[in-house]
């Protein structure tokens, strides 16, 4: 697991461990399911294709973003399972 701001280990850091511990394939799956903020759309995509560069040998993945009606059904479902909680 790594961070994009604010904690440690950075997501840098966190793929650069996964390599260092052997790992030959990573994917990165961001938190922040939907579109339109400039962490999962800018940041995290320029510091994954940094790291692709640093290690060349690693299939390194960015699974975003995710599909929207996906996302929905997600909350759709929590909600009608938490209806009382919420």
């Given at each position: 697991?790594?961070?994009?701001e604010f904690c440690a280990p950075t997501i840098a850091e966190a793929i650069d461990q996964a390599v260092a511990g052997g790992a030959a394939q990573i994917?990165?799956?961001?938190?922040?399911?939907?579109?339109?903020?400039?962490?999962?759309?800018?940041?995290?995509?320029?510091?994954?294709?940094?790291?692709?560069?640093?290690?060349?040998?690693?299939?390194?993945?960015?699974?975003?973003?995710?599909?929207?009606?996906?996302?929905?059904?997600?909350?759709?479902?929590?909600?009608?399972?938490?209806?009382?909680?919420?």
């Open positions: 697991m790594g961070y994009n994917i990165v799956a961001p938190t922040m399911l939907l579109r339109g903020n400039q962490h999962t759309e800018a940041e995290i995509s320029a510091i994954v294709a940094e790291a692709r560069e640093q290690h060349p040998d690693v299939v390194l993945r960015y699974a975003w973003p995710f599909d929207d009606d996906r996302v929905v059904s997600l909350f759709v479902e929590h909600i009608l399972a938490n209806g009382e909680k919420c």
